[in-house]
């Protein structure tokens, strides 16, 4: 029976394309659950390293700001390498974009704050509470 075609029930019989074969279960054994409970583990460390990053911006601590500009130079070599591997407009206007974040990131860093943040409250209210 070729792929797509449908038996005498209607019901269409084809296996899965290649991709998705690829992310079925057809390998049963410790393997595949070893692997699996390795990217779940790593999902979940990458999350809770997003979270206290997160944490720490809200809360207005510098070393989070360090962090999040280091956490965007990390990818820079990834797209470097891809960009090496094939020269696509998409790939050399991420490299651009994402450099020229983690350097205007890094510029306010070095330069310092300024201070702390203003208020939210406009000064007449502030007086007021």
């Not at 206290?52 to 962090?67: I, K, P, Q, Y």
């Not at 890094?106 to 203003?118: A, D, E, I, S, T």
Request: net charge negative; hydrophobic share 50%; glycine share 8%.
């Amino acid at each position: 029976m070729e792929a797509g075609a449908e038996d005498s029930s209607g019901i269409c019989t084809s296996t899965p394309p290649v991709i998705i074969q690829g992310f079925s279960s057809t390998r049963r054994g410790d393997s595949d659950d070893a692997h699996l409970r390795l990217l779940a583990i790593g999902a979940l460390v990458y999350a809770a390293i997003r979270f206290a990053e997160a944490c720490g911006l809200w809360l207005d601590r510098r070393w989070a700001e360090w962090f999040g500009a280091i956490s965007g130079a990390i990818y820079l070599p990834l797209e470097i390498y891809n960009l090496w591997e094939m020269v696509t407009w998409p790939r050399v206007t991420v490299l651009v974009v994402n450099s020229i974040i983690v350097l205007y990131l890094v510029q306010v860093l070095v330069r310092g704050h300024g201070g702390p943040p203003k208020a939210a409250v406009s000064p007449p209210l502030a007086a007021a509470l």
